[in-house]
């Protein structure tokens, strides 16, 4: 861990930051069909969660649950959907979704699909702006 | 948590107990493709892992990582896959999933499939034996 932590280039280039818990930089996807947040631990070189130090990994659920009341508020989704995947970018990344009844792949999870539709810019802000204020983040440093 | 807590009969139909760690019963899926473990918080009513008292939740996570770990030095997998989706089953339960970079469905998701390919029955009591003497479990409640 003395190694700088940076974001991984992918994650970089296909999310927005909402800013960074007390180990997790929070990012959102733009994805008209479903809120979709993301956990990234800022440790250099993790990539699965038993990678973790215990306290880290203790921190990380914390910040799971705060991560998913957050969403579960803003959005009143029906369902959250949490996952840390990481087939394609190694750096460990812990998905929250929130799901609907509705929703265009109820009841299928939503990973592993063509890439994401996105929604209108304005209401993503609008988005970023209500999980920023539901969650006691800082600025990503 | 007054009331009694049982395993969800589709997850009772569908896996074989390992044994129960302190908060979660252990299964495993019998797919001849992917090693799969399965934790069930033993509380009755909860859907969410948001929906856990903050100890349970720091005790799944613990769990989560001694899931990983003896699956990882059981299987050998390349990567773990972690999830805790419940769209179809609401009882909370995480998956456990140990993929290969040579997996039929790599680097995809392996939920929202068809069922699984169930493997040869004396394989698959094989690897429930394994993980059971590579976790701290006790018998089944």
């Known amino acids: 861990m003395s190694e700088a932590w940076s974001l991984h280039s992918q994650l970089e280039r296909d999310t927005t930051s909402v800013g960074d818990l007390a180990l997790s930089r929070v990012l959102a996807i733009n994805d008209a069909d479903y809120p979709w947040l993301i956990l990234v631990p800022r440790r ?11 306290a880290d990994a203790a921190r ?13 508020a803003v959005t009143a989704c029906d369902k959250l959907n949490v996952a840390a995947i990481g087939n394609v970018v190694p750096q ?22 063509t890439p994401a539709r996105p929604g ?20 990503s440093a």
Chains 1, 2 share one sequence.
């Open 120 to 139: 209108e810019v304005a209401a993503f802000g609008w988005f970023v702006a209500a999980v920023r204020q539901a969650l006691p983040v800082g600025p």
């Open 44 to 54: 250099q070189g993790i990539v699965e969660i038993a990678d973790l130090a215990a």
């Open 92 to 113: 460990l990344h812990v998905h929250i979704v929130g799901r609907r009844k509705d929703d265009p792949l109820w009841p299928k999870p939503v990973w592993g699909r």
């Open 60 to 72: 990380l659920m914390e910040e799971i649950v705060l991560a998913s009341r957050a969403l579960k």
